[in-house]
């Protein structure tokens, strides 16, 4: 061991140390001089020590004065107790100070763009900036907590996979492009000049062909690519827990995930969510929460009153229900306050999000004691308000939001707004909002008193997850003039509805579900078709002639028919998974070394120019 | 649960499930009436069981007797013992078998292109065919073995690193392109046009940049990519266990990964090797075995004899001492009689091996009695006989073996051609040769005698393990007149030889070592330079200008001065140690979905032609 090496590292040294001579290596995270003192914290991964340089040790004294934030070092000291009163509450080394005899400077630092301390008073450097020198970025404490926290889930995920039997196997990542969906990423080929590789949008066909194969549960943590244009919770390249299993149903399916994600909480938050979860058909979901993806942290459920409506005197809504549109309403309750009536007019705070999604107007009636005021509550008999009440539970001081169009419109706008009320209303609490405010209370507290605080305790209604099953097959392409798979055309029908495949597809349910946390979609999957006469209708029935459907996937429907058995599973987005468990709703915080939000990463350059020759060998060029 | 879903496995009913109803779900293994019964060996994962069905059961009986193999089925019936004699020892659910009561045929399967029962009679179809029909190839049960094998590495690979405090991060596959070494895989970006990512070749950028960001422990079971003509143990993509740490010195790696590979050997078969492992220089790997990956599990040390030879009167020998050459010399212990001297001449099995590296000719002589005979014998006198024979340690029975070269060719040579002993003199015994042979008396006896064998038993001396290391930092260049680097461009200089990095770069050796099991290279690391001036001075050495340096390693040259530690790491090949732990040395029975030769996908036929639409979106055309 070379005599610079450490001994321990800098989280590791307590009370019981005091006397031992000791080597630390790491980071100057800060640096002061106090009279005859120079203090050093010293940072590491696992934590970090004060270093204390005494002036009678001049020419180390000499040196520490002059080192910088970010200089890496080797110090060799003595571990003593603090000055009584100087302990730290808030390290696990706040007990002790290590004297420092000998020091070795491993690698100095200039002054860097910006400061990786965290200090609570210093703004984070701007994003760009940021992912430029990312690899200064990662030295945050707060990246190193959540890149640990991926690893600890993916430990987790891999151990319970593992012991129910599942088998890792890697499928490649050089596959053939089915131009379907997204975009792939295009790999040219030098071997075969002319011809592409693709990328894998997803290991779905491999896995399938896997089950086929006999492998009966197979797993993999699996890096997928997608050339799609991002958005603020997407990359170019993201990682999902892939999961097959053989001689399943739906149940089979649910009730593993349900466990993984229950053990998943466990063991990175020590929580424990009941399960199973609740499961909601896709009809419902979009009925009373505007979305295939509710938040249920919360209520706010939306209640279609067109029933109701048909019976007032306003023509808006009466020329809606006529036409066969809806009137749907959330009763935001005790809201009436909070929104004042010019902030409900269009072009308001609420009317806003609803134009957003085309609807013609937001229609609102504020309930002040027993009377329900508001521009159109003039146009609903006393009898029609009442009715109103009763359905949506109406009470004094809330405040009632109609939107009235056509059905998926509607949904779709009270879904948006349900979500805005959610959380502009404070329904529910993100813990990683909760545990900022108790750091700001609990936690200073306990450090002004110099106590140590409680632990931020997590509960297990701050992760809300349910399945939304039972969705359509098919959905009608209107451009396109035919029908397009909901899920992917892997995906099989509901057993009592595969007559319907022929006769009326928009009537077939697909056995697929989606798992949804807090408001995201973090899974999806389904029972496949096992059948190749059923694969085939699909493919037909999704504009996809024999030929057309054999050049493409010819492999699976051959696989199909040389004896395939009933199969189904799901897949997990683990970056999503990750950033909901670490609090953030940045994709890019739980991502080591992410492209911006054009696909560029800003760190290396790339993508960037090749060589000419490079091409050639290719049997590509620029166009 | 549907009622056609299985309550056991195939695996899994012993004696004490008799009397029980079950429904197992599996494959038709094979099938075969007599009489009034029909049996079918029903398979899946975990095992087969022999289901009956009885003639009495007419409906279930006409079924059975038409379905052919691979016919995927759910039998519902009653375990029984077998009557007595019928028992099976060679698999655990020998002694029971189930009445079939209902079937359920979940897809009937015509005629396969290949048998995948694996009989003892039956010859494997070629492998062309097979990697065609790779989803049926892989129900072969040796090849599911092998999968669940490396499953099983991976998994224990995980457990270990996680245990000692490594994160698994992951990174980037769209990175950027580098072209140095091995060709890079390109993929064009559709939103810059003209430009490039680049499938990484190994994260040994990233791996290096996260010790910078303080991450202090990472490894990562990494895919790695490279565009090279293929041989027979590669693939266009390949799986690496990427390890790196900050602040250790050679032995920490060394030490952590002899840890590993005990673990990983102790977990996948339960065998304890020694360690730690011999550690063998490079320089003395290639005098004494000619390799510097030597296979140790024999021993036919080459000894350099050129003191003796210029003693002789042999003008060959002299020729080539005179102009700097060497002479060294193998003794074939007890192999006289194995070579005839036809089978030593020119073009004869042993000179053909040592022409391909373009030796003069091999010299030989044999030692019958206490005489040494052969063509050259007569050149030497005897009191240089005399000494030959001590160096060399000869006995009757030997065979001495002389190349007389530069020292790199003559190396080179008697390397190959001590490879080439070892095995045909049988002087180690692969593990699976061992077992087949065992399976072939052993086990046949067993299963003659209807009782159970004692398991096959592996020892530490079929995994042979060793380091090499003290490798020279560069080699020169006759081509491209500059020095170019043997590991990497980032691989530290011994602390010694840093001052020969200006004045004889030739002399500096690296803190560079390989792993070696069974003569195979099985992983490689260093310590890497964590100084930016001597990365600087490495890089302009290698021929690379600042500014060249800069543009393409500018942030890694930025990392280095920002808070650099001492870092180091390693590499390991997974498809190759799966590979060798599996007992196979054809690179594709351990990949699930593996490229041919050529790198093209049989089964799905990638690389295949892409839309035109595709080309124009990323800005490329055919050239």
């Known amino acids: ?221 699996a890096r997928c690519l997608r050339d799609e244009d991002l958005r603020a919770d997407r990359q170019p390249e993201f990682t999902q827990l892939d999961v097959e299993m053989s001689f399943v149903e739906i149940d089979n399916v649910l009730g593993l995930m349900e466990g993984l994600a229950a053990d998943m909480l466990q063991k990175c938050h020590g929580i424990t969510v009941p399960t199973p979860f609740p499961r909601l058909k896709y009809a419902d979901a979009v009925l009373r929460y505007g979305s295939d993806k509710p938040d249920l942290r919360f209520g706010l459920e939306i209640v279609d009153v067109s029933d109701i409506a048909a019976e007032s005197e306003f023509t808006v809504f009466k020329s809606v229900l006529a036409a066969g549109g809806v009137v749907r309403g959330i009763n935001a309750k005790g809201a009436a306050d909070r929104f004042s009536n010019s902030q409900l007019k269009p072009g308001g705070e609420l ?111 701050h992760f809300n997850l349910l399945w939304v099953t039972d969705f359509p097959m098919f959905g009608w392409d209107d451009e396109e003039k035919r029908w397009a798979a909901i899920h992917h055309p892997f995906t099989g029908p509901m057993d009592e509805d595969v007559p319907f495949l022929e006769s009326d597809p928009g009537k077939v349910r697909a056995k697929a579900y989606d798992l949804v946390l807090n408001g995201y979609e973090v899974g999806g999957g389904s029972i496949r078709i096992h059948r190749q006469d059923v694969q085939n209708t699909v493919f037909k029935l999704l504009g996809m002639e024999l030929d057309e459907a054999k050049k493409r996937f010819g492999f699976l429907l051959d696989a199909l028919q040389s004896g395939a058995p009933p199969h189904g599973g799901i897949a997990l987005g683990l970056d999503r998974w990750c950033m909901i468990l670490a609090g953030t709703t940045n994709i890019r915080d739980v991502i080591a070394f992410p492209k911006n939000q054009k696909a560029r990463d800003l760190m290396t350059g790339a993508p960037a120019a090749v060589d000419a020759r490079q091409l050639r060998d290719l049997g590509v060029k620029l166009s």
């Not at 005899?101 to 910006?114: G, H, M, Q």
């Not at 890697?170 to 997204?182: F, H, N, Q, R, V």
């Not at 009898?383 to 939001?401: N, T, W």
């Not at 805005?420 to 209370?441: I, M, P, Q, R």
């Open 1 to 221: 061991m070379a005599e610079w090496q450490r001994t321990h590292t800098c989280g590791e040294l307590r009370d019981s140390h005091v006397g031992q001579t000791v080597t630390l290596n790491g980071w100057v995270l800060i640096s002061r001089k106090f009279g005859n003192q120079v203090f050093v914290d010293l940072r590491d991964r696992y934590g970090l020590t004060q270093i204390v340089f005494e002036a009678d040790n001049a020419e180390l004294f000499a040196t520490a004065d002059k080192m910088g934030r970010e200089w890496v070092l080797s110090v060799t000291g003595v571990v003593r107790a603090r000055v009584a009163g100087k302990d730290r509450t808030d390290v696990a080394t706040g007990r002790i100070e290590v004297e420092a005899k000998a020091l070795t400077v491993l690698n100095a630092c200039p002054p860097l763009p910006f400061s990786v301390t965290e200090f609570p008073d210093e703004e984070p450097a701007n994003e760009d900036l940021r992912l430029q020198y990312r690899y200064l970025d990662l030295r945050r404490r707060s990246i190193q907590g959540v890149l640990t926290l991926r690893h600890r889930m993916n430990k987790a995920i891999r151990d319970y996979m593992d012991e129910r039997g599942f088998l890792e196997l890697e499928t490649p990542l050089l596959g053939k492009s089915t131009p379907e969906g997204a975009r792939d990423y295009l790999v040219p080929s030098r071997v075969f000049n002319g011809e592409f590789f693709a990328l894998p949008q997803s290991p779905q066909l491999y896995k399938q062909l896997l089950m086929i194969s006999g492998y009966d549960k197979y797993f993999q943590i």
């Open 351 to 461: 009317p806003k999000l609803v134009e957003v999604y085309k609807a013609k107007g937001l229609a609102w009636m504020k309930a002040e004691g027993d009377k329900l005021t508001g521009s159109i509550e003039k146009f609903f008999p006393d009898a029609v308000k009442a009715k109103l009440k009763e359905k949506l539970g109406v009470q004094p001081g809330d405040l009632l939001l109609f939107v009235a169009d056509k059905a998926e419109l509607t949904a779709n706008a009270l879904g948006a707004l349900r979500s805005h009320l959610g959380s502009a209303l404070k329904l529910y609490v993100n813990w990683w909002e909760e545990k900022a405010a108790w750091d700001a209370t609990e936690g200073a507290a306990a450090k002004k008193e110099k106590r140590a605080a409680k632990p931020f305790a997590m509960r297990p209604e």
